[in-house]
Every structure is written in structure tokens, then in C-alpha cells.
């Protein structure tokens, strides 16, 4: 805790610092050695670093002998610049009443912090992060002072400020970088998040407050997989594992959602599967498959991850499917059988209802011979 509070003793020193500077008439090096800001319209004074406070000194621009203010113009060390605009920028040089270059002095000019936008993300139940952006280009270096500390029930005992509540730095990572890192913290608490932004013209204050259940996003599931099934064509199973950042704990799992299309198809099926695999059965034989996935806690906290990048399959069309096969065959022997079973009710029905010849002639039967048998060659004269 003590290297704690020193920390953030660093960092209201460093906000008093700049704070001073922008008050100050001769502000103080802020950034690179020898340059000095201000704004845009407003007046400004150049300070010559090499000499004591009230010594006349001459000013010129670098590179011009036109002088732009003497000695003897009762500012001592100073340059006024009314109304500074972009024409004043750029390298001022001061010399002594001998001729003796003093100083080099290069403006810039730029306006002061505005509020940053500030976002946290949560990528499992112990960790978050928060990321931050200006809201306003101010064209002049800028740094940022991240911190944060945990909220207090309203109307609870030690509601004010505490060394269990924080606050606690918010460690940049990498360093200077926009975006800082909270380890350790509690999924049930809630956080209030310092983002302040400084430059050489002042600082601004975003306050952001968060809880882990509200900001939990886990990353993509990882190791997508998609491969044909053997004698299936229009199947296709697809597998994954968990994100990496997430810890395996029996009472923090994540859920997934599965998306799947035909190549050349824009429009995606959507499944939940069950566990860390899913067979796709509906897939169109021979074509490409694109296939994605994402995760969420399965408790609904938060939102759904972003979609892990896809990975393609193809339905094996080696052989049919046995069920397919199966299903075939029986068709086939069910259509013969009725068909052989039609044609014997037909042959019955034909064979009862023909005439017998015993009122007329008689004609033909069916099975008769065409050629009536005495006519035969060699038949005997009966």
C-alpha cells in the first residue's frame, strides 16, 4: 500500500507541476528542452532562458536581423506576443546588450486538454482493462494520469474514502500507452475509473464507472476447427477451446454460438452448441463452408465476444451416406412390392370377371391359341 500512495503522490506532484506552469508568465520547460506553448488568440510570453529575470535582452526570429523587440522596452527577459496565431510559430533567439546569443527559444501553439473518451472491457471475471482516446486534437504533447478505486455501497458503514477502496494507480501498459490494466479485481464490486488528460496548457478529468458483469466481453474462442465426416456428405463437425485469457473455473464457463454458410452464400445459420463441439448437418455436399464462432459467460453477464476468424470445410463426398443408402433401398423394395401387388389384384379381378360362354359363343380365353388346333399341320381329322 505504501508504494501505492507514493505513486500517487508522483502523480499530484506532476499534475501541481503543470498546473503551475500554465499559471505561471514564464512557463516552465514542459516536453523538449527550449519550447514553450500557448493558444491560438490568445497573448503569449517568451521567456529568454539564458539570462536572470529582468534582464533586457533583444529578440529576433531565427534567421531574420529585423529586431522584434529591444531592450529597451521595459519587459526585461519577456516577449510579448499579442493574439499569438499559426504566423508566430516557430524559433526566437535573445542576445544581451553586447550582441551575446542568450537563448533559443521554438513556439508552439496548440489548445488545452478537453475531457478523453474512456472505455473499459472486461476479457474474464478477474481483469479488465480500460482504453481511452482525446476527444479533441490539442496539437501539443500530452500525457495521461490513469488511476482508479473501488465504490462504496451508498449508506454503508465507512463510506468515505478508505485504504480498502483505493485509490490505486491504474498501471499503463506498456508504459505510455492508452490503455491501462486492473488485476485482481472483483466481479460483484463496482470501480470508478481517473483517466486525466495533460498537456503544457492544463488538465482534464473523465471519471467512467464500471462493474465487471456490465463490461465482461471474453476474447474469441481459439483452435477452430472444421472436418468432413467419412460417408457423410452434408455433414460437417467443427471444434474449439477456450480463449486463453479465460480461467477454467467450474462456476465461470462460457456458452458459444456457431455460425456456418456455404461459400458464395451470404447469409449465415446460427446454432448453440452444447459444449466445445457441434456436428452440422444440413451442409450443402461439395461445397466450401465457412465457419466462426463466439463465446459468452453462460450466465448472460456481459456481451457476446467478438466472432473468432473462420475457418473453412468441405462435406466428404466419397461414398453416401449409409442412412441415405438405407433409406433408398427400402424405398425401392416398398414401390416393387406394391407395384407386383397391384398387377397380381388386376390379373385376379380380370381373370374372375371375364365372360364364361354359356350364354353365346365362346369367345377366346386369354390363354387361348390364335390358331384354332385342327388346322394344325398334322393335327388328326377328328
Not at 479488465?128 to 500525457?143: D, Y
Not at 481517473?194 to 462493474?211: A, F, H, I, Q, Y
Request: with cysteine; hydrophobic share 35%; net charge neutral.
Amino acid at each position: 500500500m505504501s508504494s501505492s500512495c507514493s505513486g500517487l503522490s508522483r502523480v499530484l506532484v506532476a499534475v501541481a507541476i503543470a498546473l503551475v506552469s500554465t499559471s505561471s508568465p514564464c512557463p516552465q520547460a514542459w516536453g523538449p528542452p527550449g519550447v514553450q506553448y500557448g493558444q491560438p488568440g490568445r497573448s503569449m510570453t517568451l521567456c529568454c532562458p539564458g539570462v536572470t529575470s529582468g534582464a533586457p535582452v533583444s529578440w529576433f526570429r531565427d534567421g531574420e536581423t529585423r529586431l522584434l523587440q529591444g531592450p529597451d522596452s521595459g519587459l526585461g527577459h519577456e516577449l510579448v506576443l499579442a493574439r499569438a496565431d499559426s504566423t508566430d510559430e516557430g524559433t526566437y533567439i535573445c542576445r544581451t546588450l553586447d550582441g551575446a546569443l542568450k537563448g533559443i527559444v521554438t513556439l508552439q501553439l496548440g489548445y488545452p486538454p478537453a475531457r478523453p473518451v474512456v472505455s473499459c472491457q472486461a476479457a474474464d471475471y478477474e481483469n479488465f482493462s480500460c482504453t481511452w482516446s482525446p476527444s479533441q486534437v490539442s496539437g501539443l504533447p500530452t500525457r495521461y494520469l490513469t488511476s482508479y478505486r473501488k465504490k462504496t455501497v451508498p449508506g454503508a458503514d465507512g463510506q468515505r474514502m478508505s485504504p480498502s477502496t483505493g485509490p490505486w494507480p491504474c498501471p499503463q501498459d506498456p508504459p505510455g500507452a492508452s490503455r491501462c490494466v486492473v488485476h485482481g479485481a472483483e466481479f460483484w464490486s463496482q470501480y470508478r475509473i481517473n483517466v486525466t488528460e495533460v498537456n503544457p496548457l492544463g488538465v482534464s478529468t473523465r471519471l467512467l464507472d464500471v462493474s465487471l458483469q456490465s463490461i465482461l466481453r471474453p476474447d474469441p474462442p481459439q483452435g477452430l476447427r472444421v472436418e468432413s465426416v467419412p460417408g457423410y456428405p452434408r455433414r460437417l463437425r467443427a471444434s474449439w477451446t477456450y480463449p486463453a485469457s479465460w480461467p477454467r473455473q467450474p462456476h465461470f464457463l462460457l456458452k458459444f454460438r456457431l455460425q456456418y454458410r456455404p461459400a458464395q452464400h451470404p447469409a449465415w445459420s446460427t446454432v448453440e452448441p452444447a459444449g466445445l463441439e457441434e456436428v452440422i448437418t444440413d451442409a450443402v455436399a461439395g461445397l466450401p463452408h465457412a465457419v466462426r464462432v463466439s463465446a459468452r459467460d453462460f450466465l448472460d453477464a456481459g456481451t457476446w465476444s467478438a466472432w473468432s476468424p473462420e475457418a473453412w470445410g468441405t462435406p466428404s463426398i466419397d461414398h453416401r451416406d449409409p442412412l441415405e443408402q438405407v433409406a433408398v433401398l427400402a424405398s425401392l423394395g416398398i414401390f416393387s412390392f406394391l407395384g407386383l401387388a397391384a398387377g397380381a389384384l388386376a390379373l385376379g379381378l380380370w381373370l374372375r370377371l371375364r365372360p364364361d360362354g354359356k350364354d353365346g359363343p365362346q369367345k377366346p380365353g386369354f390363354l387361348a391359341p390364335v390358331i384354332p388346333v385342327d388346322k394344325l399341320p398334322g393335327a388328326p381329322n377328328l
